[in-house]
C-alpha cells in the first residue's frame, strides 16, 4: 500500500502501473482502467499473433523446400541411373530390341532403381516376376513364351545367370540345365518320388525330362496338378519347393513347371562344410577296377588340369573346372592349410559333376584312401575356420 490510500496494480506485460483509490469498506478493489491500459494489451496481443502467424509460415516454407529438394535429388540420381543402365546395355551388346524389352521393364516395375534392376539377381528376377505374372495373366500364351525366351537372352548376357559358389539361390529361375531333382505329387499322404533332371531353363518355365530309376513307379500327373521338388545343389545346400505343372508332353516325358521365388533352403551335410578359395593344379587318375584304394597313393596322373577349390569339409571338396571329368575318374588335390609347409596331397573320388555358368564344371568329390592324420589335419582347418564364420563372419569370408 502507498501514500494517500492507494495502491499500485499492474494488470499485465505491456500495462502501464495506474494508482487506484483504496475502499476500506469493501473487501474488493475498486480498479480504474484508463484508456492506456486497453491500448496497451491489444498492441501486446497483436504482435504475438503476428508473430506465430510469421514463424508458421517460415516452417511450412522451410518444409516444402526439404520437400522439394530431397525430390529434385531423387529424380536426378533415377535420372543418372538410368543413363547409367543404357550405357550398361549398349557395353553388352544389347539389340535395340533388347535394350527396348529391358528399358520397358525396368520402368514399369523399377523405376526407381534401374540401375540395380540390371546389376543384382535379386532385383532383375524381381522384375521378370511380375511381368510374367503380367503377361500370364492376359492369357496370351504365344507371348509369354516369347517374352520367357527373350528375357533368357537378357539375363545370360548380362551375366545376371551366374551365381557365385556357396551362394544360396532364390528362384527356380536360377536352377541350372543339368540339375537333378526328385518330385512327388503334393498331395499324397506317403510320396512316390519319381527322379528328374532339368533339360532347359528360361522365364517362362522350368522344364523337366523323366529320368526313372529300375523299379520306380510311374505316377500318374496331369496339367495344372501341384506337385513338390526336392534337389540338391553340389555347390550349396539342398533345397525343397512346391509349384504346379503347367504343361506335360508323354513322348518323350518331359513336364514344364511354373517358376516359383518360394524356396527353402536346407542344410543337409554329413560335414561342415567352408569356403576355401585356391587355386591348384589337379591331377587325373585312373581309378581301379575292383575299388581296391590300397595303392591310390602310388598311381600316376594321366592328365593335369587347372582348377579352384571353392569349398571344403572333412569329408571331401568342391572343385570348379574349364572342361567336364568322367566320373569313373579320381582326382588328386594339394590343398594348401596355414601353417604347413607343403600342401597336401588328397585323392578323392567324383561324386557328381555339373555344368555351371561359363562353360566351367563343378565337381562334388569325396576323399579316397586319406590316413588318419591327413585328415584330422583338415578337420582341424575347417573347425577353425567355422570358429571364425560365428566368430567374425566378414574375416572368415574375406
Known sequence: MSGGGERAIY????????????????????????????????????????????????????????????RTRLRERVAHEARAMLEILEEHSLSPEEIKIVADLVTKHAAMDPLRAVTTRQDFDRCVEAEMKDLASRGDQRSFEQMGLKLR?????????????????????????????????????VPQWMRMVVEEVDESYLTLSRQPKPGEPNVAVAAGDEIRCSMWRDDDARYTFGTTVAFIEEIPSVWRLAHTRELNRLQARGHFRVRHDQTSIVELLNAPVDGDLADVKNRRAVAKLRSRITSLSAGGCALVVQQPVSRHMLVRIFLEI??????????????????????R??????????????????????????????????????
Open 361 to 398: 564344371y563343378l565337381l562334388r568329390t569325396t576323399f579316397a584312401g586319406i590316413d588318419d592324420a591327413t585328415r584330422e589335419q583338415v578337420s582341424q582347418y575347417v573347425l577353425q575356420r567355422q570358429h571364425l564364420m560365428i566368430v567374425s563372419p566378414t574375416k572368415a569370408t574375406g
Open 11 to 70: 494488470t499485465g506485460f505491456f500495462a502501464t502501473p495506474f494508482r487506484a483509490p483504496y475502499n476500506p469498506h469493501g473487501k474488493r478493489w475498486d480498479v480504474q482502467e484508463t484508456s492506456s491500459v486497453f491500448q496497451w494489451q491489444g498492441v501486446g496481443g497483436a504482435l504475438v499473433a503476428a508473430f506465430g502467424v510469421l514463424f508458421f509460415l517460415l516452417l511450412s516454407a522451410l518444409v516444402v523446400f526439404e520437400v522439394y529438394r530431397r
Open 338 to 359: 596355414p601353417r604347413q609347409r607343403e600342401p597336401l596331397p588328397i585323392e578323392a573320388r567324383i561324386v557328381a559333376e555339373s555344368p555351371i555358368s561359363g562353360g
Open 153 to 189: 537372352d537378357v539375363r545370360g548376357t548380362l551375366g545376371l545367370d551366374y551365381i557365385p559358389y556357396g551362394q544360396p539361390i532364390h528362384s527356380t529361375r536360377e536352377i541350372h540345365p543339368g540339375q537333378w531333382m526328385s518330385v512327388a505329387r503334393a498331395g499324397d499322404t
